[in-house]
């Protein structure tokens, strides 16, 4: 976390970081966060120890824990993956909220 004229970039490595650190945050102060930049990998869930039962989530459906964030800029840097990338494109047009 970096911080300059009353101005905080909130950096993290992966979506995992991002939850665990954002559910720790009140809401009035994640309506002040502005922008985020993290790793583009999808958050990867196994509720089951079965391995199909295993599911990727964009990083679209996990921001969307946090109604209170109101971005100016979401930054995501990419993986060597290329359709990693584009499916997490997609998923923020489809199902992101501006």
């Not at 976390?1 to 970081?17: G, H, K, P």
Request: charged share 20%; proline share 3%; hydrophobic share 35%.
């Amino acid at each position: 976390m970096t911080r300059a004229d009353n101005q905080i970039l909130v950096s993290f490595e992966d979506i995992y970081s991002l939850l665990d650190k954002l559910y720790s945050i009140q809401a009035s102060s994640l309506s002040q966060i502005r922008h985020i930049r993290t790793g583009g990998r999808a958050l990867f869930m196994a509720p089951g120890t079965q391995v199909h039962r295993r599911k990727n989530y964009s990083h679209c459906w996990a921001l969307k824990f946090f109604p209170e964030l109101s971005l100016d800029r979401l930054t995501v840097l990419g993986v060597p993956d290329g359709r990693e990338n584009y499916n997490f494109l997609d998923g923020l047009v489809k199902y992101g909220h501006g």
